[in-house]
């Protein structure tokens, strides 16, 4: 049995809903909850979860499962969102029906309702009174962060989940042109901006009388994905080698298409599809989880490349933000992916030395300092942000962002996010230029390692299943933090909660650093998305300039090892365990 309230604030939601499939769900739920028996239980625990609050609306939008209700991702919430941005938009900049209205871009990728959700933003802020440039068909999200800048819009929307479950879906907003600061340009929303539209969201009243447009906006022009080739194409130098075999797999996503063409253009031309994950495929039926990071997910991609003896494999998620590069390591004699890190830092260097690129070399904090050890030796700046592109994308002078979560900016003045595109064509240059000197890239990872000392990382997650189990791990590692790491004495502790701009360079954020004295890093914080507590390993092993291919192999494996005991004290140190 439900609570009547619960039953009212479902039949309320039925009688306001747009979406004849989520009413019909919904009545099926309170239906079966009615009954009695498992099925009933089930159906009561779904109806409490679906109206347990209101998908929030943060700095990355709205993301959740779909289904019917308040804290799901359906047709009402994102009517609610669109509206809601639209006034926020509407009370910035006014115009409201004239050429001075707020411009605003709409694209979305390939998942179930997609379509429809993208379709009825571009309606219903039409009728609010905005312009609106909606993609025909689906599209990468690189392509609407481009937009947004390209085109000088206020706002960029992208309906995804990006690499989340099938279940899921998502609801992307940059902001833009008079709606942002210079540097905020076609970059995620933050505070306070984040918290004013989701107080317009609030404020839209029953979704029934919203108003809709049947027509009005405009279809994006072709000419301006042809610009975005055109423009990521310039991260190829125009002498760089082009002979390269490449394995690329979509992860059944949106980024296919635009991949090949993209390679194709700057003359990578051996370049050959995992077919079973070309297409846009909103099950992603080859995948338990689509994200090029999870165990299995390039299994496909990698049988291919040992089938063809490729030299690199990449994979973009599954909207293509991100980009995943998987070689052949000559210490194991085998394939394996490059970590988010080792990636970064070998564009990074690649972009310093190779292209004489110049300016800030940003990552965020939980990424690895190697690639600030690089820039400073060759006298560029480095910074360190907070966790996301939100934060990494505004770095002044930027121009190199990542993170370790396979997230590259390497053209932020073209797309000033996170962008696969453009970074797989990168990748296929540095693969390209090692098989010209007959090397791989982990021998240019040991090339970098001799110059700086080799840098490991790796992750611990504890998942909880109360949150307030979180917070106590957080409490005793503030309290009582280990006096050593694999042996080395911690010399350093901060609270990253309580540090300022002036002392950590970094705003207030919920998490510790921890430091030895034989270089090891780590840093404690709460997932934003999950139920975990993750922590973040580094640790730094001494190399000599002249140190061959044996010696770094030894060093690989000293440092594999330094990382697993790392990792096991501080699950000890965290769990009380």
């Not at 940059?174 to 609030?202: F, K, M, N, T, W």
Request: proline residues 6%; hydrophobic residues 45%.
């Amino acid at each position: 049995m439900i609570p009547e309230q619960l039953r009212e604030q479902a039949r309320a939601w039925i009688e306001d809903d747009p979406d004849a499939a989520t009413r019909t769900a919904l009545t099926g739920l309170l239906d079966q909850a009615a009954g009695s028996g498992p099925e009933a239980e089930e159906a009561a625990a779904e109806l409490e979860d679906a109206f347990d609050g209101t998908l929030a609306f943060g700095t990355a939008g709205l993301r959740g499962r779909m289904g019917p209700g308040s804290n799901r991702m359906n047709l009402a919430v994102v009517s609610r969102a669109a509206r809601g941005l639209a006034d926020f938009l509407l009370g910035e900049l006014g115009g409201a029906g004239t050429e001075q209205a707020p411009l605003v871009v709409i694209g979305h990728d390939a998942r179930h309702n997609s379509a429809a959700f993208a379709l009825a933003s571009a309606q219903i802020m039409t009728a609010a009174g905005c312009r609106v440039v909606l993609t025909d068909g689906h599209c990468p999200t690189p392509l609407i962060a481009f937009a947004t800048r390209h085109l000088d819009a206020d706002a960029g929307v992208v309906v995804t989940a990006s690499h989340n479950p099938p279940a899921d879906n998502g609801y992307k907003v940059y902001l833009g042109g008079r709606a942002s600061e210079p540097d905020g340009r076609g970059v995620q929303i933050v505070p306070p901006s984040d918290a004013r539209i989701a107080e317009a969201i609030a404020a839209v009243g029953p979704v029934r009388q919203i108003p809709r447009s049947e027509d009005g906006w405009e279809l994006m022009d072709p000419a301006v994905p042809e610009a975005y080739l055109d423009a990521i194409g310039d991260v190829v130098l125009p002498d760089a080698p082009r002979e390269v075999r490449i394995v690329h797999t979509a992860m059944h996503g949106v980024g296919g298409a635009t991949a090949f063409a993209a390679l194709h253009r700057s003359g990578f031309t051996d370049v050959h599809a995992v077919a079973k994950q070309a297409d846009p495929d909103p099950d992603f039926p080859t995948v338990a989880f689509p994200n090029p990071e999870e165990k299995g997910a390039i299994d496909l991609a990698l049988e291919l490349a040992r089938t063809l003896e490729a030299d690199v494999v990449i994979a973009n998620d599954p909207d293509a933000d991100r980009c995943a590069a998987a070689v052949h390591d000559p210490h194991l004699g085998a394939w394996r992916m490059l970590s988010g890190d080792e990636l970064g830092v070998l564009l990074g260097a690649r972009l310093l030395r190779a292209h004489g690129t110049r300016g800030v070399f940003a990552n965020s904090v939980v990424s690895s300092r190697w690639l600030s050890r690089i820039a400073r030796a060759e006298g560029c700046r480095s910074a360190t942000t907070l966790t996301g592109f939100k934060w990494i994308a505004r770095t002044p002078g930027i121009v190199f962002g990542y993170e370790e979560a396979i997230g590259y900016c390497v053209l932020p003045d073209v797309v000033r996010d996170k962008d696969g595109l453009s970074t797989a064509l990168l990748v296929a240059e540095l693969a390209a230029d090692a098989r010209a000197r007959g090397r791989s890239l982990v021998d240019d990872l040991d090339d970098l390692a001799r110059d700086t000392g080799l840098f490991a990382t790796s992750q611990l997650s504890i998942r909880v299943q109360d949150l307030a189990d979180r917070d106590v791990m957080m409490a005793r590692l503030r309290e009582q933090p280990p006096l050593s790491l694999a042996d080395s004495e911690i010399i350093e502790v901060q609270d990253l909660a309580e540090g300022s701009v002036a002392t950590t360079g970094l705003p207030p954020t919920d998490g510790v650093l921890l430091a030895t004295s034989d270089d090891a890093r780590v840093i404690v914080r709460p997932s934003g998305t999950e139920p975990k507590l993750k922590c973040y390993i580094e640790v730094h092993e001494d190399v000599v300039a002249d140190a061959d291919r044996a010696a770094l192999g030894e060093i690989r494996l000293e440092a594999s090892a330094h990382l697993e005991q790392i990792t096991e004290e501080m699950r000890a140190a965290l769990t009380g365990a």
